[in-house]
């Protein structure tokens, strides 16, 4: 059975996940055997149900899709949130399941490119201005996108027991896996 686990911190995980090197992209790469090249991508899919699959996270979103005996995990960041990974990965399925890991919702940001891409993307439906401060709805964007996913409920930047960049500026990260799970 395919199911996914969020941990925190991710130095004590067993061998043989396989993990992307994340570029905050909307790069999708299809995994057969594991072995393959995965530079420059933030999402993975396999129908290989004997792999488990990595993402790592501090303050940006990880997606899983399930779907009978396919599966893909994606992070997604603001950049790739806006390049449309969620959709890229939408591609390969026809009605999965979609849970949201632990993520950021709300997060300040100043009035520079990435609010004007952010505008460019959605308008003004997810900004907050607060006492001359700006703060993009994370959260409500996902959800615009994959109106049916599942969010764990957790926020990375409240929760003390999670890797933040944004609260903590450290190199700390959680990890998502899904596959066939056993430990």
Same mark, same amino acid.
């Given at each position: 059975?395919?199911?996914?686990?969020?941990?925190?911190?991710y130095s004590?995980?067993?061998?043989?996940?396989?993990?992307?090197?994340?570029?905050?992209?909307?790069?999708?790469?299809?995994?057969?055997?594991?072995?393959?090249?995965?530079?420059?991508?933030?999402?993975?899919?396999?129908?290989n149900i004997?792999?488990?699959?990595?993402?790592?996270?501090?303050?940006?979103?990880?997606?899983?899709? /399930?779907? %009978?005996?396919?599966?893909? $995990?994606?992070?997604?960041?603001?950049? =790739?949130?806006?390049?449309? +990974?969620?959709?890229?990965?939408?591609?390969?399925?026809?009605?999965?399941?979609?849970?949201?890991?632990?993520?950021?919702?709300?997060?300040? /940001?100043? %009035?520079?490119?990435?609010? $004007?891409?952010?505008?460019?993307?959605? =308008?003004?439906?997810?900004? +907050?201005?607060?006492?001359?401060?700006?703060?993009?709805?994370?959260?409500?964007?996902?959800?615009?996108?994959?109106?049916?996913?599942?969010?764990?409920?957790?926020?990375?930047?409240?929760?003390?027991?999670?890797?933040?960049?944004?609260?903590?500026?450290?190199?700390?990260?959680?990890?998502?896996?899904?596959?066939?799970?056993?430990?």
């Amino acid at each position: 059975m395919i199911s996914a686990k969020f941990f925190t911190p991710y130095s004590s995980l067993p061998k043989g996940i396989v993990f992307p090197k994340q570029t905050h992209s909307n790069n999708i790469k299809l995994i057969e055997r594991g072995d393959e090249d995965l530079d420059d991508c933030d999402g993975i899919i396999t129908d290989n149900i004997k792999l488990k699959l990595g993402i790592l996270t501090a303050d940006c979103a990880s997606l899983v899709f /399930i779907e %009978k005996e396919r599966f893909a $995990l994606v992070h997604a960041g603001w950049r =790739g949130l806006l390049s449309g +990974i969620i959709e890229n990965t939408l591609e390969f399925f026809k009605d999965p399941e979609v849970f949201v890991m632990p993520f950021s919702h709300i997060f300040e /940001i100043q %009035k520079d490119n990435c609010y $004007l891409q952010i505008q460019r993307r959605f =308008g003004d439906d997810f900004f +907050i201005n607060n006492r001359n401060r700006v703060y993009f709805d994370f959260h409500s964007a996902i959800k615009s996108i994959v109106p049916s996913a599942q969010f764990d409920p957790r926020n990375t930047y409240l929760d003390k027991s999670l890797a933040s960049y944004r609260r903590d500026n450290s190199k700390d990260r959680n990890v998502t896996i899904v596959g066939n799970l056993e430990f």
